[in-house]
């Protein structure tokens, strides 16, 4: 049984993914990912997810250009949940943003504090 069978994928066969950016610690977003995904991100070298909306693998940057190279995959504790620290290129975020966090909750309202890319 390789490592990756031995991780726990909810029912739907999934784990989550966060994706960290490697030089500063920020997270920039979350995916989900099957097997196969991760199969394909640690023989690439570039994140490969699962869409939920799409029933199909997505790689990330494919049509955008803003790929995520890999340098660590992590697993939790109980190796439920992965993290994974990339060299992003571009935005994560696909609304241009670095990252997907870029609202945060002030008082009753969301604000923007992120960096948003030309």
Not at 23 to 45: D, K, P
Not at 89 to 115: I, K, M, P, W
Request: aromatic share 10%.
């Amino acid at each position: 049984m390789s490592l990756l069978q031995n991780l726990k994928y909810n029912a739907d066969g999934l784990i989550p993914a966060i994706i960290q950016d490697h030089q500063n610690g920020q997270v920039l977003m979350m995916a989900w990912m099957n097997e196969e995904s991760l199969r394909r991100t640690m023989e690439s070298g570039k994140c490969t997810y699962w869409s939920r909306s799409r029933q199909s693998f997505w790689l990330k940057g494919e049509t955008s250009g803003h790929f995520q190279n890999v340098k660590r995959v992590s697993v939790d504790c109980d190796q439920d949940c992965l993290l994974i620290q990339v060299e992003q290129l571009g935005a994560a975020c696909h609304e241009n943003y670095r990252s997907c966090f870029f609202r945060d909750f002030q008082g009753e309202e969301l604000v923007v504090t992120g960096e948003k890319l030309p």
